[in-house]
């Protein structure tokens, strides 16, 4: 299912204007990070792809349905998206109630409901924990909440708002699983991230933001190679890439494996 | 006589049995910056907590131990007696945003009106805060209409003002740019250069590397281990308890497992990773 957007325009009420002719494809099974400073207008252009957020101008289409012709309910069956901040998504007093509710919301019969429950919990390896309230959860498991209870609802088209944030290591690698079981189901991923080693490590295309427009758009390695540009939206290269240029490589390497192969030759 | 005495603390929440610090015995110097890090739930934001007086004057639980600042018991002091020498941002920013203001510059002026400073000085201050974080676009907007890392900034912003001889930030940086970030590192040198004392829990190991004057590692409310950023963030103690380092720590060690890495010790900075790894070209 693909997400086609169309010179999208974006204000809020106060007059903030957010998005300034965003034009963008994402194909079905792509894994795409959207990467660029603070205010540049990733979250809104998230909440777009779920109809959170209407275009004051421009046109979101999820497959075939225009985002405007279609209630948040219905395209919550087309897009899950994480929130940034889990404390704005989480409301059940258990994880299990809380990971169920998603596809018990969007009709589906008891058992499946079951089975996709269990799997994001297996998936976020939150299965220990499914009868603890969240709130009892630290702030970065709540995270992992919020993730599974997304990937409970099996949509073809999954968005992360900085899944990575605050999270340390352990919990960094378990998110970097969940996005490579959803590309292997095919699923289109597409995450928010400041975390520009994750980014190149987990993702194929990088698109960077930069008030409210596009600044850059391509292959991971294309986009993170250009230092000057990303600079201009308070974005660094990764640190190995940095490390590749200040060693005079003369491909971008992105990760470990590429830098350490480049050094051999 | 160091600034912060952390003596033998052990803390634990309300109606929980696992204590959240275990044993912490803790000496920071005026005008050091020390980095805690640690996995989820080690215990850096209960540390950050006690410091800032809010364990155990406004979580309650179990503690023994005391924490000292500037010659003074925080068991001995009330929360607003405390919070004059002490700033801490929480780790959600959106928990920091007091709700009774309009725009950005009254949220950050609102803790100066608070204990009476003059109007004047008030806007000056505001002014230099603003400046310190990069946010005086953002004057006059309403806190709430801000994204996640904006509003982190106003969070901190809103500490700085202050000028708190003792500054707690729990994660400050987490939701912030990758500039913006390794920008507030260095802002927090400055001021410890100045003669602020910093505690700053974070993941960010490059920018501890190159700005911090200490870490101290956490692990299940204890403490693993403590030093100079390089000597702890290159051990082997924290690689064996899966605690995050920088690429060009892990690319190091990998190379040295290959045999490709020949020097002895292992780079903490992009610096450090350049020569090292520039000698096996
Ligand atoms: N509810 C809101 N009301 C008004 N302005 C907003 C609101 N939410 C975000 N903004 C503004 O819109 C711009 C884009 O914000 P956002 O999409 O959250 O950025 P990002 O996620 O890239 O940090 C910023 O200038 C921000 O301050
Ligand atoms: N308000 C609370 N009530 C009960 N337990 C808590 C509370 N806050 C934290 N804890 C527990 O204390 C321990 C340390 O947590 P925390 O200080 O938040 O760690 P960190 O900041 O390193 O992630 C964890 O086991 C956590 O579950
Ligand atoms: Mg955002
Ligand atoms: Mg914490």
């Not at chain 1, 230092?227 to 590749?244: D, I, K, S």
Request: net charge negative.
């Amino acid at each position: 299912m693909n997400i086609e957007i169309k010179s999208l325009h974006f204000a809020y009420p106060d007059g903030t204007e957010a998005l300034k002719g965003i034009s963008l494809t994402i194909a079905s099974g792509e894994q795409i990070a959207i990467v660029g400073q603070n205010g540049a207008g990733k979250t809104t252009l998230a909440r777009h792809l779920n109809g959170l957020l209407k275009p004051s101008g421009g046109t979101v289409f999820v497959g075939d349905w225009e985002t405007t012709q279609h209630p948040v309910a219905k395209l919550a069956a087309r897009v899950g998206y994480v929130f940034q901040n889990p404390d704005e998504q989480l409301f059940s007093r258990d994880v299990l109630t809380e990971v169920s509710f998603g596809p018990r919301n969007l009709g589906y019969a008891k058992e499946k409901v079951d089975a996709l429950a269990q799997r994001a919990l297996a998936l976020t390896e939150l299965s220990e924990k499914t009868e603890v309230n969240p709130y009892d959860l630290s702030p970065t498991w709540r995270k992992m909440v919020a993730l599974a209870s997304i990937i409970a609802m099996d949509t073809p088209i999954v968005v992360f708002d900085e899944p990575t944030t605050g999270q340390d290591a352990a919990n960094v690698a378990r998110i970097a699983r969940v996005v490579a079981e959803l590309k292997r189901e095919g699923k289109t991923v597409i995450a928010i991230t400041h975390d520009i080693d994750f980014c190149a490590e987990n993702f194929e295309r990088v698109v960077a933001l930069s008030r409210g427009q596009i600044l850059l758009d391509g292959a991971t390695r294309d986009v993170l190679g250009q230092e000057a540009v990303l600079a201009q939206t308070y974005v660094e290269p990764p640190q190995l890439t940095r490390l590749g240029k200040r060693l005079g490589l003369k491909e971008t390497v992105v990760n470990q494996e590429e830098l350490l192969q480049a050094l051999k030759k | 006589m160091a600034f912060v005495n952390v003596r033998n603390l052990t803390y634990a929440y309300p109606l929980t049995k696992q204590p959240a610090l275990q044993d912490i015995n803790l000496q920071i110097e005026e005008g050091e910056f020390v980095a805690l890090i640690g996995a989820n739930g080690a215990g850096k934001s209960t540390l950050c907590y006690a410091l800032a007086g809010f364990v155990p004057h406004f979580f309650k639980g179990e503690l023994q131990g005391e924490v000292e600042a500037d010659g003074k018991l925080s068991s001995q002091s009330t929360l607003s007696e405390w919070t004059l020498n002490v700033g801490l941002t929480f780790q959600n920013p959106f928990n920091q945003i007091s709700g009774a203001k309009y725009t950005v510059f009254e949220e950050i002026a609102f803790g100066l009106e608070n204990i009476g400073v003059p109007r004047e000085e008030i806007k000056v201050r505001v002014e230099e805060a603003l400046a310190l974080t990069d946010i005086r676009e953002l004057a006059r907007r309403s806190p709430y209409s801000l994204s996640g890392g904006q509003q982190q900034r106003v969070a901190l912003t809103s500490i700085l003002v202050m000028r708190p001889k003792l500054l707690v930030l729990d994660e400050p940086t987490s939701q912030m740019d990758p500039v913006g970030a390794k920008e507030v590192f260095s802002a927090v040198r400055k001021l410890a250069q100045e003669g602020m004392t910093v505690v700053m829990a974070e993941h960010k190991t490059e920018w501890i590397a190159r700005f911090a004057d200490r870490v101290v590692a956490l692990k299940e409310g204890r403490i693993l281990m403590q030093g100079a950023p390089r000597e702890v963030l290159t051990s082997d103690l924290l690689f064996e308890n899966g605690f995050g380092v920088s690429r060009y720590t892990s690319a190091a060690r990998e190379a040295r497992r290959r045999g490709l890495w020949t020097k002895k010790s292992l780079p903490v900075s992009l610096d450090e990773a350049a020569e090292g790894f520039g000698a096996i070209r």
